[in-house]
């Protein structure tokens, strides 16, 4: 949740950002970590050795107590000096304790004569003796018995409480030089981390301003950052996309050009012909009507041209084209084909042959197939020679039927031959203009044949014939539900 909410908070999604923060933790968190340690061990230490030090001195004092027979008569000055000098050397108060709990000496001289009862000393008199650090109040304190050397039994205490302030300010001197230090690594740390991450993000910073280039079109140039290997990968995707773009913009503009060019032809056919009758006074009636009749034709070549233009975009691939499937006969659909374009045939005298190798049924969309298939015919005879022939033969096997479309015409040449499924690719544009044709019926072959996942191939020589193969399975896998809605869409916005 708080990993997610910082994620989302925008100057963490900056890798720039990320990196300051990264080195800036790395550089002062351990000098922390490092303070904390040392300073706490020191303490811990120096209590340890202080408190080791003073319970010997004590020890030895107890034996001179008792040595100097000090718990009856306090009067000796040797053990008072000596008294003296450890409470100063120490910084810290002695109190001589009898087996009455009674305090008789004091280095304070304060409570000298009092009795004093305290769960310490009367554990000390149990032979238990205490060393205890009052960390607040700065000091430790110690119960040492006092013991009869005969009897072994405790006679006394000697109560020392020292202070630990000069532990306590050696250690808040260190605490300020490694403070010191510490504001200086974390100086030097930001520094350092500002420094690496304008370093690290650089070549991603100069990416973007080779993208932003190309995009604003101040160059074609493609980009190279190869500072490091990611750089190097998103380069170089850019500018195979850049490839890609470019080749579809090509591509879209040849399309735009020789749309607006083969749409133009019969306008300015057109105009020529209404023009001349125009200008010209008197003419006769047989004039008129032949001008009209051409004027006509014109008309239905551009209506044509139209006509396939629209069934290329709607069959086109990737727009999805609504595909009407049923199960047809296919024998009986190519008997059909034929006898639409028996007409032409014989006008053209080309014979027609259908060869029905065995009975074939498969799911089509009936309406867009014959009219690839009649396509292909069409061109056979259109490109055929006087008394040729085509023929056309129809097989299967328990995956898919193939339709062969033979001809005896001229031939396609073989460096023509990857053209001619393209949008107004036509193989020689003078032979063909007397043929007449726009150069876009294979191109909807070609679109038909893939909506139905087949193929379709040519094998040509000129001047012997031509034959088109098309293999298409004859069961039809559904496209899923979206594309069927989608291209419905697609089909309302043509
Ligand atoms: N059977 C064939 N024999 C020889 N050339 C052919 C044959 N089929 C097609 N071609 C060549 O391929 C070109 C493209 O054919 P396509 O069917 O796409 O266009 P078209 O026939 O010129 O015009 P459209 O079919 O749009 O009226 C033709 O112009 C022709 O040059
Ligand atoms: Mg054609």
Redesign the pocket.
């Known amino acids: 949740m708080v990993r997610e909410r910082l994620r989302r908070f925008a100057p963490f999604r900056s890798l720039g950002v990320r990196i300051f923060i990264a080195v800036c933790i790395m550089g002062i968190v351990p000098g922390v970590i490092l303070r904390y340690i040392l300073l706490s061990s020191y303490e811990t230490r120096a209590i340890s050795v202080r408190k080791s030090e003073i319970q010997n001195q004590c020890t030895i004092l107890a034996d001179h107590l008792v040595t100097y027979g000090y718990l009856a008569d306090p009067s000796s000055e040797v053990i008072n000096a000596e008294l003296e000098q450890f409470s100063s050397l120490y910084d810290g108060r002695i109190m001589i304790i009898d087996n009455d709990l009674k305090i008789i000496k004091d280095t304070y001289s304060i409570s000298q004569g009092k009795i004093m009862i305290s769960e310490e000393i009367l554990r000390c008199f149990d032979k238990s003796s205490i060393a205890k650090h009052d960390k607040i109040n700065r000091y430790i304190e110690f119960t040492t018995p006092i013991t009869d050397r005969t009897t072994g039994a405790v006679i006394g205490v000697i109560l020392t409480s020292v202070s630990t302030d000069n532990i306590a300010e050696t250690i808040s001197i260190m605490g300020r030089k490694a403070t010191l230090f510490e504001v200086i690594v974390a100086v030097l740390a930001v520094c350092f981390s500002v420094f690496v991450s304008m370093n690290l993000i650089r070549p991603f910073r100069a990416i973007n301003t080779a993208i932003i280039q190309v995009e604003e079109g101040f160059t074609e140039e493609k980009i190279s950052v190869p500072d490091y290997i990611e750089t190097e990968v998103i380069s170089a995707s850019f500018n195979k996309l850049m490839d890609k773009m470019n080749t579809l913009e090509a591509s879209r503009q040849e399309f735009v050009s020789n749309v607006s060019h083969e749409l133009k032809t019969p306008i300015t056919s057109v105009k020529v012909l209404a023009d001349s009758l125009l200008t010209q006074d008197d003419v006769p009636v047989e004039i008129y009507r032949e001008f009209m009749e051409d004027i006509t034709k014109e008309i239905d070549r551009e209506d044509?041209i139209i006509n396939?233009l629209l069934s290329l975009v709607k069959l086109d691939k990737t727009a999805g084209g609504l595909m009407n499937i049923s199960v047809v006969d296919i024998n009986a659909m190519l008997e059909d084909i034929l006898k639409r374009v028996r007409p032409i045939a014989d006008r053209a005298k080309v014979e027609l042959i259908l060869e029905s190798i065995r009975p074939v049924s498969a799911e089509i969309d009936e309406i867009k197939l014959s009219l690839a298939i009649m396509?292909?015919i069409?061109?056979?005879v259109?490109?055929n020679k006087e008394n040729g022939w085509v023929k056309v033969s129809v097989d299967a096997d328990h995956q898919f039927f193939t339709v062969t479309v033979s001809?005896s015409?001229?031939?396609?040449p073989e460096e023509?031959q990857a053209h001619?499924f393209e949008r107004f690719?036509?193989?020689?544009k003078s032979h063909?203009k007397e043929i007449?044709?726009?150069?876009?019926?294979?191109?909807i072959t070609r679109n038909t044949v893939l909506m139905h996942d087949g193929a379709i191939k040519v094998e040509?020589s000129e001047g012997i014939g031509?034959t088109?193969t098309i293999k298409i399975p004859k069961t039809h896998t559904t496209a899923d539900k979206e594309t069927d809605e989608e291209s419905r869409k697609d089909e309302k916005t043509i």
Do not use: C
């Open positions: 044509k396939d396509n292909v069409e061109n056979a259109k490109y001809d015409g001229m031939g396609i023509a001619i690719y036509r193989v020689d063909s007449g044709g726009s150069g876009l019926g294979l191109a040509s031509t088109f």
